[in-house]
């Protein structure tokens, strides 16, 4: 099994510009997340999917969509990107929630 | 909502010795402890985890032990080796169905 894989790995953006980071994992997990990562701030939680067909905001949702056709992938969307999203992003499954299993992250730098 | 507080932010101590972070939290309802461990540039790694059933587990050389009433647990790692330096995370998982964070916990392994 692959895990939880994440693409690109870097990626620079200009403000105003949108993109698509792509999440995908083999392991048949019905629950999957996006998080981001700020220095001293830990994981903070996105959107969140327990589903196909179902999703969730966390607790920084703003300026991100989500959505989850399938089972295997969960792309994370940024509509307009601003400064303020220059992060790194990881993407994390789990067959019921509790147990997290991470991607290697996306860094996004937006200029 | 659920909280948690991690500390110390920084912590450094000389190979062979003990490490120990401790997390504190507030929501009752929470009733899985995980702890991820980060090296630089990759994804978090699920080292070890505990319900809220049980007091303590052990895997080799790392142990958490959970004390509800108090509301706190704790990660300690022993006979620490140069490969233990990484960013520690502590979770939880409670009432609203979601993992959260700690702020993490920079440690270093002095040879």
């Known amino acids: 099994n692959a895990g939880v894989t994440q693409t690109p790995k870097f990626q620079v953006l200009k403000t105003g510009q949108s993109m698509t980071l792509q999440c995908a994992q083999d392991?048949?997990?019905?629950?999957m997340s996006w998080y981001r990562q700020d220095p001293g701030m830990g994981l903070r939680l996105i959107h969140y999917s327990v589903g196909a067909g179902i999703t969730d905001q966390g607790e920084v949702p703003n300026g991100y969509n989500v959505s989850r056709s399938t089972t295997e992938d969960f792309p994370l969307r940024l509509l307009s990107a601003a400064p303020s999203q220059t992060s790194v992003y990881f993407c994390a499954s789990s067959p019921q929630g509790s147990e997290q299993y991470f991607g290697p992250g996306t860094r996004l730098t937006v200029t | 909502g659920e909280n948690v507080e991690q500390h110390p932010s920084t912590l450094s101590v000389q190979e062979g010795d003990s490490a120990v972070i401790k997390c504190t939290y507030s929501d009752s309802a929470s009733n899985y402890f995980p702890w991820y461990k980060q090296e630089l540039g990759k994804g978090p790694q699920l080292i070890i985890d505990?319900?809220?059933?049980?007091g303590e587990k052990k895997d080799q050389r790392i142990a958490v032990t959970l004390n509800k009433t108090a509301k706190h647990f704790s990660l300690h790692i022993t006979e620490t080796q140069p490969e233990d330096s990484a960013v520690y995370f502590c979770a939880l998982w409670g009432g609203a169905q979601k993992l959260v964070f700690g702020q993490g916990t920079r440690l270093t392994i002095n040879p």
């Open positions: 392991m048949n997990h019905e629950y």
């Open positions: 505990i319900r809220s059933n049980v």
